[in-house]
């Protein structure tokens, strides 16, 4: 299985809004609506931010939204604040029944 | 609050076998609702998924990595455990063991991460 297409690097300044993108095939992210996305700080384990393409886990921000359109799916976050500096990764199950991660993206805010 | 908790050697030798333990806490490795992952990450490289395994003792594994894989589960102890062969320097990186719910693979819950260095 190969990995999902991020963007290796986004970056913005406090209080914009800035999007991910994650491409993957009609056997992964296109054929189901199951894409989670992490969040993960250097050093520290991923955390779990968006479930099943556009749903948010209880204690995580509402500037966090995500969605899907095809074979790609998106993570927006909104009112950038220095805390959201970290890697992104975007995961989906598969038609194997496997997961697959995308390469991750480093979310720099200026 | 699930807690994970990776154990074993952080050194291992070119072409043995890697052996890691996961103890769960606060949580069942018996639950219905849940697999029980190993997912791996090079150092400053992505995330990479490597199987899971249901309290059954069901598993499935990362298809690159299959040949060499194996997860089983210890109900009484609540632990699940990895072993990986014919390791390489290639297989250098931080192993993270996970809670990954049955509906949509989204997980929840991971462990702190273990590093594990291939090197002779």
């Known amino acids: 299985q190969s990995a999902l297409t991020q963007p290796a690097s986004v970056s913005g300044s406090p209080g914009q809004s800035i999007t991910i993108s994650c491409t993957g095939t009609s056997s992964d992210v296109g054929g189901y609506n199951y894409v989670s996305w992490y969040q993960q700080h250097p050093g520290k384990a991923p955390k779990l931010m968006i479930y099943d393409v556009s749903n948010r886990p209880s204690g995580v921000s509402n500037r966090f939204s995500g969605s899907k359109s095809g074979n790609t799916a998106s993570l927006t976050i909104s009112g950038l604040q220095a805390e959201d500096e970290a890697d992104y990764y975007c995961s989906s199950y598969t038609s194997s029944s496997t997961q697959v991660f995308g390469g991750g993206t480093k979310l720099t805010v200026l | 609050q699930v807690q994970l908790q990776e154990s074993g050697p952080g050194l291992v030798k070119p072409s043995e076998t890697l052996s890691l333990t996961c103890t769960v806490s606060?949580?069942?490795?018996?639950?219905?609702?849940?697999?029980w992952s190993w997912i791996r990450q090079p150092p400053g490289k992505g995330l990479e998924w490597i199987g899971y395994i249901y309290y059954s003792g069901s598993t499935n594994y990362n298809p690159s990595l299959k040949s060499r894989v194996t997860i089983s589960v210890d109900t009484s102890k609540n632990q699940f455990s990895l072993k990986l062969s014919s390791v390489t320097a290639a297989d250098t990186a931080v192993y993270y063991c996970?809670?990954?719910?049955?509906?949509?693979?989204?997980?929840?819950?991971w462990g702190q991460g273990t590093l594990v260095t291939v090197s002779s």
């Open positions: 996970a809670r990954t719910f049955w509906s949509g693979y989204l997980v929840d819950y």
């Open positions: 606060g949580g069942s490795v018996s639950s219905g609702s849940y697999y």
